[in-house]
């Protein structure tokens, strides 16, 4: 009769683990993402400067960057920092093959992406600005004068801009980089 | 009573990291769905991703296609479920879901292409041989094949990943039928 406590004790202790192992697990899972060390923007970040344009090696066995990457796809990125004023980003579009702007925040989410057919006269164009600077902006704007600017509101204040070019063969790769070493992104004065 | 709480502890501690640890190296969030071989997530990237998808997303490092950019499917076994095995021959083809472009490529677990002496790690819809149906065979293997030929370099397994590009399906990917996708049939092993 001695076991019974004995195994008790055991199903005590199982029990306690088991409700510490699933806080453990949920803690680390909702907490990876906050820690953010491996993430997309840590490895561009040592790269180059923000708003500078830095074109990703082609994937390949070598390019041990970014994982998943298409070899057949050329990639370019910018940083940007809001707190030095919107941010206007213009690429220009091949219109003969696929290329896309995509707008990702700190943590990595994509709050808005464009493909080359949204392009006005070749040119991929966005404005990227903050909840506030959209305020000041549209108080501005001019009633009479149609807003001809695509207007992205990015939740946070730091992030990146990646375009993507696809090159249809394996021969016009070169020509997809040249297409995405075009991606520019400069500061504009913050609105008054 | 406090020996017995701290060993909980422990142990509790060990458990929770080591599944932790384990569900990450599956890979997958909650949303992912299967489509035969291939699984998709098709909120990666999105602001409403499930914790698992965005835990995996920070690890991985990987930059994620957007839903109006693209769709990343990847498969790690063929369509009768057993593991991709480097020494067998793979038959890849037939059809994908619409889309303007896609790519197949050969990936190892990491998600990177894996080195060959051919240099070939993927295709795309525009280069590939085509046969008079408009449809497509992508042998998979170690040793060159005639036609379209993605090598398997190295021993290792590996995962094949088709991407389509700018794909009516972006939105609704969890609903693609079966008979779309590309089937991968093991034809013969050494």
């Known amino acids: 009769m001695n076991l019974k406590p004995a195994a008790i004790n055991v199903l005590m202790v199982g029990l306690g683990a088991a409700m510490v192992a699933a806080l453990v697990h949920i803690v680390a899972i909702l907490v990876i993402p906050l820690y953010a060390s491996r993430d997309a923007f840590a490895r561009l970040s040592p790269l180059g400067p923000v708003n500078a344009t830095i074109v990703l090696p082609q994937p390949g066995p070598q390019a041990r960057l970014i994982p998943f990457g298409d070899p057949a796809i050329a990639s370019s990125f910018c940083r940007y920092d809001l707190s030095a004023g919107p941010l206007r980003v213009k690429a220009p579009a091949d219109p003969s093959g696929f290329s896309s702007l995509s707008f990702h925040t700190r943590r990595g989410s994509i709050f ?13 164009e966005a404005l990227v600005l903050t909840e ?6 549209t108080a501005k704007d001019d009633e009479d004068v149609p807003v001809t600017d695509l207007r992205i509101v990015s939740a946070t204040n730091s992030g990146f801009v990646v375009m993507r070019s696809l090159s249809e063969q394996p021969s016009l790769y070169p020509s997809a980089e040249s297409a995405v070493r075009a991606l520019n992104c400069a500061n504009e004065a913050i609105p008054e | 009573m406090l020996v017995k709480a701290l060993i909980a502890c422990v142990i509790g501690l060990v458990v929770g990291l080591w599944a932790t640890a384990a569900s990450l190296r599956s890979g997958r969030g909650f949303d992912a769905a299967t489509i035969g071989a291939w699984t998709v997530s ?4 999105a602001p409403d991703a499930d914790p ?5 997303l920070e690890r991985s490092g990987e930059i994620p296609l957007a839903a109006g950019e693209g769709l990343q499917f990847i498969a790690r076994t063929d369509d009768s479920g057993a593991t991709l095995d480097p020494r067998c021959v793979y038959l890849v083809g037939h059809k994908t879901p619409p889309a303007r472009y896609w ?7 990491q998600g990177f292409p894996v ?24 042998a ?3 040793s060159a094949h005639s036609g379209n030929w993605l090598p398997i370099g190295g021993k290792d397994r590996f995962a094949l990943a088709l991407r389509l590009y700018d794909s009516p399906v ?3 990917a969890g609903a693609i039928d079966k008979a779309a996708m590309p089937r991968i049939v093991r034809e013969s092993c050494l």
């Open chain 2, 170 to 172: 972006s939105a609704t």
């Open chain 2, 103 to 109: 790519t197949l490529s050969l990936i190892d677990r």
């Open chain 2, 140 to 142: 998979v293997s170690a």
């Open chain 2, 115 to 138: 080195e060959n002496p051919a240099g070939r790690y993927g295709f795309r819809s525009s280069e590939i041989v085509r046969g008079a149906d408009g449809g497509f065979v992508i």
């Open chain 1, 132 to 137: 506030e600077q959209l305020r000041a902006l």
């Open chain 1, 112 to 124: 808005y992406a464009i493909t080359d057919k949204a392009a006005t006269h070749g040119m991929l």
């Open chain 2, 42 to 45: 098709e909120k990666a990237g």
């Open chain 2, 52 to 56: 698992y998808t965005r835990a995996n």
